[in-house]
Structure formats: C-alpha cells, structure tokens
C-alpha cells in the first residue's frame, strides 16, 4: 500500500450558463501554488436540477460551492443557515458545507469591500452606487455595514434603487437614498467614491455608463465591478481625470479568497488569483 492519497478536497460551482466562467482558472491557480490537493470543478446546473445538485455535492461530502446566476436566490430553501449579511442581501452565492450542515454566505458584497479597503477605508464616506441589479444590492449592503456615511443610489427604474436604499436604512446605520437615472447623472459635490454596479461595460471596452463626466473630480475613487475588460471605458475617463481607478479583477479575486477561507480554512494568494485572471482577460493598467 502506498501512503499517498487519492482523495481530493471538492469545491466548486453551479451555475448556468457557466462556460465563461473563470472563476476555476483563478482558485485551481492558487490550489495549485500552495500545493492544496483540492479541485474546483464548474458544472453547468440547470435551474430544475438545482436541489439534486446540492444534494449531490453533500452527499460527495464537498466542502463548498459558489453559485452564481440563476440561482442566488433559489439555492437558499435548500440550506441550514444563512449569515447576517445573505439575510439582508437575500442572495447566496458561496455555501459551506460542515458536518454535513449547509450555510449560505454572500461575497459579492463582501469581495468588493475587500478590494476597496486597498484604497480606502469606507467608513463614513459618501456614495454615488450606479446600478440597483444584485451586485450593486450585495455591495450597498456591505457598505452599509462598513460604516458609509451615505449611499446615493442611481436607477434608471428608480423603484429598484428605493428597495436597495431602503435595505441600507433598515439593516444599517448608513443613511441612502434613490436617484431616478435619467440622461448623464451628476456626481454629487460631496461625493468620495463612484461605483458602476451596472452590466454596462462588459465585454465592451467602449461602453460607458452614462454619466457627467466632468462632474468626476480629482480625489474621488471611481470603481468598476466590471471584472471583463478589466480597464474599462469609465476606468480610463476617471483616471485621465486624477481620480483613483478600481478595476472590478479585485472584487472577483477576493471573493475566491473569502470562499476558500469559508471552506478550507486558508488564505489564497490574490497575487496569484489575480495573475491567473489577467492572463484571460489582461493587465487593467
Ligand atoms: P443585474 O442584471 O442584476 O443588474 C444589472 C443592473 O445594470 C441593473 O441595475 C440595470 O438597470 C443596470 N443597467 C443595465 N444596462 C444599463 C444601462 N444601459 N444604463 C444604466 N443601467 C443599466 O446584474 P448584476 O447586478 O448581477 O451584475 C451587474 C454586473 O456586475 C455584471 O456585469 C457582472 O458581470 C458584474 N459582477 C462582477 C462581479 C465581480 O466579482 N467583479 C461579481 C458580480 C457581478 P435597470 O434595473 O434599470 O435595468
């Protein structure tokens, strides 16, 4: 008998579709340099096979799983716990498994604070938050808990930018409130740090979220979730403006570091995760 052992440690995700997704390519990168004998396997997970899904990866005794779209929010009847901040967001997209007990987390949220601590602490900070989708409602939330002094919400359906400001005001100490978007928005005076939450600007380097770009000042952070091009056409205005970009690769690569600490107990090198991405996508400066 050999002492070796065969026995991966199984991570992974489902979603669908789910063929663009690099995620595997950026966390088997980091197994791979710290020598962890784990897997991240992406597996395409139609929405009516979800629950076998789940049950497969308990009964497979994975330790975790992302989920990505469409299946956020179905995933959640299928757990154990949730953690505070997936309550409030209510979307999972990161769950552990433990003794067989399934806890759902969200790091949309908590992988873009990650990379915005590196240039700034957001505690009490103003907000200009574009987009009222599932990303922008995961990063309010989180901001929210940071301690932001205000979050200013901009939605072309205004509706939807109130539910997210007023999931700030109930669940937070932040103050929010909802802006229609209609025509260029205007960066309010007060305003530290800008953030497009939107879809627009993926897969496009010439789209740009329609905003008045003079209104953007030297000093303020303008951030991008968009993680593909990595320097967007925003990105690009605001640092020909003097403004400190924040390229949407940080929040996609924190997120994988915060899963794998929830599964494994270990800290990746984001280094390395972030190497892994920009050899897809490319360098963001
Ligand atoms: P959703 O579909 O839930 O939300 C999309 C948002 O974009 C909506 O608020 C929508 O506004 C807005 N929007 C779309 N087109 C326009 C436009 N032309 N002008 C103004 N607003 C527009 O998507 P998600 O929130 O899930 O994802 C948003 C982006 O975030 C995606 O591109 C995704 O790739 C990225 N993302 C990046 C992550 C990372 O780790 N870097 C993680 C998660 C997401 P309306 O409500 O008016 O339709």
């Keep these: 008998m050999s002492d070796r052992i065969f026995l991966s440690i199984l991570t992974g995700s489902f979603s669908t579709p789910c063929a663009d997704n690099p995620t595997v390519a950026m966390i088997e990168a980091a197994y791979r340099h710290h020598e962890i004998d784990a897997r991240y396997i992406n597996c395409d997970v139609k929405p009516d096979n979800l629950a076998d899904a789940v049950r497969g ?3 497979m005794e994975w330790v975790g799983f992302n989920c990505s779209l469409p299946h956020k929010v179905a995933v959640i009847e299928y757990l154990d716990a949730l953690s505070d901040a997936a309550k ?3 979307a999972v997209n990161c769950v552990t ?3 067989g ?3 759902g987390d969200n790091t949309d949220g908590k992988g873009f604070l990650a990379s915005l601590k590196g240039v700034t602490d957001p505690r ?7 987009g009222a989708g599932g990303a922008a409602r995961a990063i309010a939330v989180e901001l929210g808990l940071a301690g932001t002094a205000h979050i200013t919400v901009a939605n072309r359906d205004p509706a939807k930018g109130e539910i997210i400001a007023a999931l700030v005001r109930d669940n937070t100490k932040s103050d929010a409130t909802a802006i229609p978007w209609k025509g260029a928005v205007e960066v309010p005076g007060d305003v530290d740090i800008v953030i497009n939450a939107t879809s627009v600007g993926l897969g496009d380097k010439d789209a740009i979220p329609e905003i008045a770009l003079d209104s953007l000042k030297k000093g303020h952070i303008v951030a991008d979730v968009i993680p593909n091009p990595p320097r967007t056409h925003l990105l690009r205005e605001a640092k ?3 403004c400190t970009p924040l390229d949407g690769l940080g929040m996609l690569v ?3 570091v915060i899963g794998v ?3 494994l107990g270990k800290t990746l090198d984001a280094a390395v995760m972030k190497r892994a991405l920009q050899d897809i996508f490319g360098a963001a400066d």
Excluded: P, S
Aim: proline share 0%; no cysteine.
């Design 57 to 59: 990866a308990k009964a």
């Design 88 to 90: 409030i967001i209510g």
């Design 97 to 99: 498994i433990r003794d």
């Design 101 to 103: 007990r399934l806890t």
């Design 124 to 130: 009490g900070k103003r907000v200009l938050l574009l």
């Design 240 to 242: 020909a403006r003097g």
């Design 254 to 256: 924190n997120q994988g």
């Design 261 to 263: 600490e929830l599964w």
